[in-house]
């Protein structure tokens, strides 16, 4: 077993890099489009865009936007080491983005009658961080 596998001999957790900028505009207020058009690959931007879309009753507006920060985030996992599955800890401040936007994209496919979307992305959640699970369920 080498260092970076956990005990079970699964992968071992994905960490993303930190972008700290857009995370620090978000944190003092700026509206989460100017984020994500400063920076696009912004997770966390993007996340944040779905959940107020669906907070305002904007379901596909927010289906759409939860689903460029996953599919932003599928990329960035990959270029860190994902092999497509393993631990991407919620513990991980920069993960969070991501995570979000997976929670967001399974609420959105819910609301617009898309269960077995839902069903794939509640899962894929729970596989990837128990505490985000519980933490955004």
Not at 42 to 48: E, G, K, M, R
Not at 109 to 114: H, K, L, S, T, V
């Amino acid at each position: 077993m080498t260092l970076h596998e956990n005990l079970l001999g699964g992968p071992p957790p994905t960490h993303l890099p930190d972008d700290p900028e857009p995370r620090e505009l978000l944190a003092t207020g700026a509206a989460p489009t100017d984020v994500a058009g400063r920076y696009p690959a912004s997770l966390l931007a993007w996340a944040q865009l779905a959940d107020e879309a669906f907070e305002r009753g904007a379901v596909v507006e927010s289906y759409a936007y939860a689903r460029t920060g996953y599919h932003r985030g599928l990329d960035a996992l990959r270029r860190s080491g994902w092999k497509g599955h393993g631990p991407v800890p919620w513990e991980h401040e920069p993960n969070r983005g991501f995570l979000r936007a997976l929670h967001a994209l399974a609420r959105a496919a819910q609301g617009i009658g898309e269960q077995e979307e839902y069903e794939r992305c509640t899962q894929f959640l729970k596989d990837s961080s128990p505490t985000a699970a519980q933490t955004l369920g």
